[in-house]
Structures are given as C-alpha cells and as structure tokens.
C-alpha cells in the first residue's frame, strides 16, 4: 500500500526548495547495506511502493528492508482544460523531498551481491542518479 | 586492544566557515581537543596524515598522542570525525583528551564472524545493535567486541551479558538487552494460499460425491 500521512496539519503546501544537500539521514544506520541519492527529486509514494516491491522480490525473504523516506509533501493538480485563477488545484499526490545524500533504503541480513542487486533494480524506479552504500567503520 | 598512534597537529587561531573552507583547501582539516579540567584547543592536522590513520585503523576507537606544536604532548581519544556526505572527505575531526588512569566511555563495533548455522537453514540474521557503548580504562579500549555466530540456531538470541568483553571493559547498556537474533525463515504467503486452494478444490469434489450419494436416498 502506498504510504500518505494519516494526518496533516495542512491539505496545501507551498513547493518549497530542493537546494542544497541532505544533512541529515546521510549514514548506513540500521541496516548494512544503503542506497544514497546523488540528485535531487521529489518521489512520489508509488515510486517508493515500487522500489520497495522490487527490493523484497529480489532479495527473496533473505533480508530485511528499511525504508528511510516518507513522502510528507502533498503535491496540487490543476484540472485539465480549466483557465488560470479560482484558486490552487485539489491534492493528487504525496512526495518525499529528496537532496544529494540521502540514504532511501537500507537492507540488512543479505550478502553484499544480492544487496547491490536489489538496489540496481530499485535505482531504476527512481529518475535520480543513485550509489551503493556500506555501513563505515568510521 | 585499541592500536595507539602519534599525530603532529599545530593549533588554529582561524575560525569560521570561510577561514575553514580556505584552510581545507590547503590539505588541511580543522579539530578541536577537549576534555575534563583541560580548556579547549581549536587545532589543524594535515588531511593527508589523517587519512593514512584512518586507513589503517579498522575501527573508529583510536587513541592518539597528539603532539601539539608548542605545547607538549597529549593522549586523546577520536571522539568524532566529520565526512561530507557525498564526497567523502574529511571535514573536522574531535579529539577528547584522555588521562591513562581515568575511566573514558566509547563506542564500540560488533563485529560478527562465521555465518550461522541457522541462517544456512534459511533463517535471517537480525543484528540489533551495531555499536555498543562500554566504559573501560584506555589501555583496555578494544577495537571491537568480536562474536562467532557460527553455532546460533533459529530463534536462537544473543544477549549483551553473552558477547565476550575483555577484563576491564563494561557495556553501558543492560545484559539482557538483545544484540542478535537469527529469526525463522518467512513462509511464503502465496504457496500457502495455493496449498490451501488445492486443499479446498480437492475436498469440493468429495462433498459433491457426498452430497450425490445423499440424493437419490431423499
């Protein structure tokens, strides 16, 4: 099921920025292994849903999956064909802000091959330039 | 134990985060020292000695006898070090000093080693906790606490009380806090729907029969 919040203080928000880099969530922190953002984009829960579907069917119940994202962003949708004014469109959808960095999913109790495998087949549902991630000593 | 090294480091008198940029554009990188009952030194240290400490060590607990320019030396503890995100380099670093016969707290790795038995069975290897803080004598810091999960079975839990310390050392955490556990393999759901729909398809036609034979005897 995709993921929304469950409640919002506001139905609207304002776009907001995407400049600048994660500062936060930025390390390997529960599982071993990490996917990493390298662009920067908003990514809509389908897409989240997707990645997490792929994610599971390549790891075969053989791991566990952390997700790090939550889209808390709703995002507006004009109708088709109606003129400018009358206000700002009805909510379509639910986003997660995403800033170079940011570590989207984290996979733990898999081997490294099958880890990099799985998040190969989740980069493709992403449109952001993605890396592999091991947990750092340092 | 936790290997000891020696690193050159000269106090900073520039602050800032422009006077920083500049100084890391020069090969070097901003710390501090600090500790109980000792005032705070802002300190620079070439890049590229770092690294090659860093590189060496394969874990984060590094003592260091910091030799400061003009001001003796000092044992420390790497207390933080600072990476950018996506380039990974060296931002700033924290050195805590440290006295020989004082308890310091740490952080340390779990690092497990061999693959389970249960897991070879198909169960899944569930580590909780990836770093423990202790509390021990410097010359005690290990760099790691290391554990054979070679003869843990499904369902089987390992406990903070049951990881092996060395003399000296203390976890902060309780002992029966879990650190591992090798959880039973997930049944999948859909084989088990199938199953059952066999099942069910294979009894329908046995009702059927019954419900025939029951029949001509109304």
């Known amino acids: 099921m995709a993921l929304i919040p469950s409640r919002t203080k506001f139905r609207k928000s304002h776009r907001g920025s995407r400049a600048g880099n994660a500062s936060r969530g930025t390390k390997v922190d529960f599982g071993e292994y990490g996917l990493q953002s390298l662009g920067r984009a908003w990514i809509t829960s389908q897409q989240i849903e997707a990645c997490r579907v792929a994610i599971n069917r390549a790891l075969k119940r053989k791991g566990k999956v952390w997700i790090r994202i939550f889209p808390h962003k709703p995002i507006t949708k004009r109708p088709p064909e109606t003129r400018m004014g009358k206000g700002k469109g009805a909510p379509e959808f639910w986003v997660a802000v995403v800033r170079p960095g940011l570590v989207l999913f984290e996979i733990g109790g898999a081997t490294e091959s099958v880890a990099k495998e799985a998040f190969r087949l989740a980069s493709a549902k992403l449109g952001l330039r993605c890396r592999f991630l091991a947990r750092d000593a340092h | ?218």
């Open chain 2, 1 to 218: 134990m936790s290997q000891r090294s020696t690193l050159q480091v000269a106090p900073r008198k520039r602050s800032g985060t422009g006077a920083l940029k500049l100084l890391r554009r020069e090969g070097l990188v901003p710390a501090v020292v600090y500790g109980k009952k000792f005032e705070n030194i802002n300190l620079k240290v070439k890049a590229k000695e770092l690294r090659d400490l860093l590189a060496r060590s394969t874990s984060a607990n590094i003592l260091v006898d910091l030799h400061i320019e003009g001001g003796g030396v000092q044992l420390a503890l790497i207390q933080d070090v600072t990476h950018n995100a996506l380039s990974g380099n060296l931002i700033h670093i924290d050195f805590h000093a440290i006295k020989e016969d004082e308890v310091i707290h740490a952080r340390v790795p779990v690092r497990l080693v061999g693959e389970s038995a249960g897991v070879k069975l198909g169960g899944l290897l569930e580590h909780q906790i990836h770093t423990l803080e202790i509390s021990c004598l410097p010359k005690d810091l290990p760099e790691a606490i290391v554990y054979d999960i070679s003869a843990l079975n499904t369902g089987d839990f390992v406990h903070i009380r049951e990881l092996p310390f060395p003399d000296g050392v203390h976890p902060k955490l309780a002992g029966d806090v879990i650190v591992i556990h090798i959880a039973p393999p997930r049944v999948s759901a859909e084989p088990v729907a199938a199953a059952e729909a066999g099942k069910a398809g294979k009894g329908k036609p046995a009702a059927k029969a019954a419900a025939t034979k029951q029949a001509p005897k109304k």
